[in-house]
C-alpha cells in the first residue's frame, strides 16, 4: 500500500535515510497501531541528481507493508503531476511542448491521456482532453498511464 505524504524533496535528498518521514498512527488496512519500520526503497524524481530513499513501514498485525511517497507525483512517473499538467496544458492549448523536458516524453503524457479519456470516459472527451485530465485523477486513475 503507498501513501502520498508531503515531502521535501531537496531535503530527503540530502538527509536520505534520516530524513524524518512521518509515521502513520494506525495500519491502513486493519487500524492497528504500531507499525514497525521495514527499509527503504529507492525513487527517481525529476530534478534530483540522484535516487532517494523512501520510506516503508509493516503492520506487525495483518503484515500489510505501507510504503511512504512524496505527493503531487503519479505512481511510476518522475515528472511531477504540476510538470505534466503544464506540458499538456501548453500542448492542447498553444500547440507547443514545454522546453526542458524532451518532446518524446511530453507525447508520451498526451498519447497516454488520449488514451486513457478515450477508454475510460468515451470519444465525445477528445476535445476535453485537459478536463479529462483533472476528472481521470478525482475517479482515482492515473491519466497519463501508458497502459489502460
Ligand atoms: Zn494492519
Known amino acids: 500500500m503507498i501513501i502520498a505524504v508531503a515531502v521535501n524533496l531537496k531535503q530527503l535528498f540530502k538527509h536520505q535515510r534520516n530524513y524524518p518521514w512521518p509515521r502513520p498512527d494506525t495500519c491502513p488496512q486493519c487500524s492497528a497501531g504500531g507499525l514497525w519500520g521495514h527499509g527503504f526503497v529507492l525513487a527517481y524524481f525529476d530534478d534530483l541528481s540522484g535516487g ?3 520510506r516503508r513501514y509493516r503492520c506487525p498485525h495483518c ?3 505501507i510504503r511512504l511517497k512524496p505527493e503531487g507525483f503519479f505512481r511510476r512517473f518522475q515528472a511531477s503531476i504540476a510538470t505534466i499538467r503544464s506540458s499538456l496544458t501548453r500542448r492542447l492549448t498553444g500547440d ?4 526542458g ?4 516524453r511530453q507525447r ?3 498519447n497516454g491521456l488520449t488514451r486513457n479519456v478515450m477508454a475510460r470516459l468515451g470519444i465525445h472527451w ?3 482532453l485537459l478536463d479529462g485530465f483533472e476528472c481521470l485523477i478525482a475517479r482515482g486513475y492515473v491519466p497519463v498511464a501508458s497502459s489502460v
Not at 523536458?101 to 518524446?104: H, K, L, W, Y
Open 96 to 99: 507547443r511542448y514545454l522546453s
Open 52 to 54: 532517494v530513499f523512501l
Open 101 to 104: 523536458i524532451s518532446v518524446s
Open 108 to 110: 508520451h503524457w498526451l
Open 126 to 128: 477528445r476535445g476535453r
Open 63 to 65: 503484515g500489510c507493508v
